[in-house]
């Protein structure tokens, strides 16, 4: 684990600072893609929407990189944007395509590590070398490396090539959603995050009283309506969703988020069944490379790097989310 500075590579954990709380590097590459080419609400123009011409960087194991591949597959990308994924093991190289460990190797320039492409892009890169990354093929340059941004772009920019306009971030919720994503983004998303790399047990207990408010205000919201935002799945759903599918397996114990776990609450576990029994979505869903990720690569958090062999789910159970919708 580590970051480039100055485009050279340097072996570092997360900086905590003096509070012991943990603060997520804001990404740094923010173009987007368009389906006329044009500037997008941030960055430069010129990434027309093109098959073919994108790239998709993502681990199995990261949340973030989770939403990307879900939209891909929603909105009928696959043939579109090709995918390369990198190993489960984040060591001291950062995110590597070993294929001995999970990875589908470098399908477009055989690269040892991710931290070259981002030198690739640019040479004297200073920042996180973190996964997902869109990268634009043509002109040899990463367009984006913030997922909720990706999400977006795959939702619309593609809508004429595929011929599906599934909307995820419908106008008439955008309000709704924009609330749910900054709640969920904070508390649970990075909050679980902050739970498990805090360095103080203040900034600890902060994260998991955070943490178990939001899911409870979660879990209150699908008692009233089938998805977080109304009857109609949203991104909010999605970007919820990649937390929760982790959540027994890895948070719960390797990050301290132990106050109950998604199980044990009615509506969160029907719900998260069904979004994992959505068309596809389990297809996106690797539980070995979910697991040996986080207890493998984060050596100060468990140093003995045993990868725990449960807990045994089945998210294949029967949800009664259509009945609550009759009630
Ligand atoms: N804001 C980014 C965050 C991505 C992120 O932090 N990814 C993690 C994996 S779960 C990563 O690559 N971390 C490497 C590091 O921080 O050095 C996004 O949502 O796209």
């Not at 390369?84 to 990875?103: A, H, I, P, R, Y």
């Not at 207990?205 to 919201?221: D, G, P, S």
Request: proline fraction near 3%; charge should be negative.
């Amino acid at each position: 684990m580590g970051l480039l500075v100055q485009g050279k590579w340097q072996d570092k954990w997360y900086n905590t600072g003096s509070d012991g709380d943990f603060k997520r590097e804001a990404a740094q590459l923010r173009n987007w893609i368009t389906a006329d080419g044009s500037a997008g609400p941030s960055g430069q123009a010129g990434f027309q929407a093109e098959s073919g011409r994108y790239h998709l960087y993502v681990s199995l194991a990261c949340p973030w990189a989770h939403r990307t591949l879900i939209f891909r597959k929603l909105k009928g990308l696959e043939s579109h944007i090709g995918v390369s994924v990198v190993s489960t093991d984040m060591l001291d190289q950062g995110w590597s395509f070993d294929s001995q460990t999970g990875s589908t190797g470098d399908s477009l320039y055989g690269l040892h590590h991710l931290h070259e492409l981002y030198t690739r892009n640019q040479s004297n890169y200073s920042g996180r070398v973190t996964v997902p990354v869109l990268w634009d093929k043509t002109r040899e340059t990463i367009v984006n490396n913030e997922s909720s941004e990706i999400i977006r772009m795959f939702n619309s920019a593609f809508n004429h090539i595929t011929g599906n306009h599934d909307d995820y971030y419908p106008e008439s919720h955008r309000t709704a959603i924009d609330a749910v994503n900054d709640d969920v983004y904070s508390n649970i998303n990075n909050g679980v995050y902050r739970c498990g790399f805090a360095t103080s047990q203040t900034a600890y207990e902060q994260a998991y009283t955070n943490l178990f408010a939001a899911l409870a205000r979660m879990e209150h919201r699908l008692g009233q309506h089938r998805y977080l935002t109304g009857d109609q799945i949203t991104e909010a759903d999605w970007r919820l969703f990649t937390t929760l599918i982790r959540f027994d397996s890895v948070y719960y114990g390797h990050f301290k988020c132990n106050q109950a776990q998604i199980e044990s609450y009615p509506n969160l576990s029907h719900y998260l069944r069904e979004l994992y029994q959505w068309s596809g979505v389990s297809d996106t869903i690797d539980f070995d490379q979910i697991k040996r990720h986080y207890y493998f690569s984060h050596t100060t958090i468990n140093p003995t790097q045993i990868v725990p062999l449960g807990p045994r789910l089945d998210y294949q159970r029967p949800h009664n989310r259509e009945t609550l919708l009759q009630a």
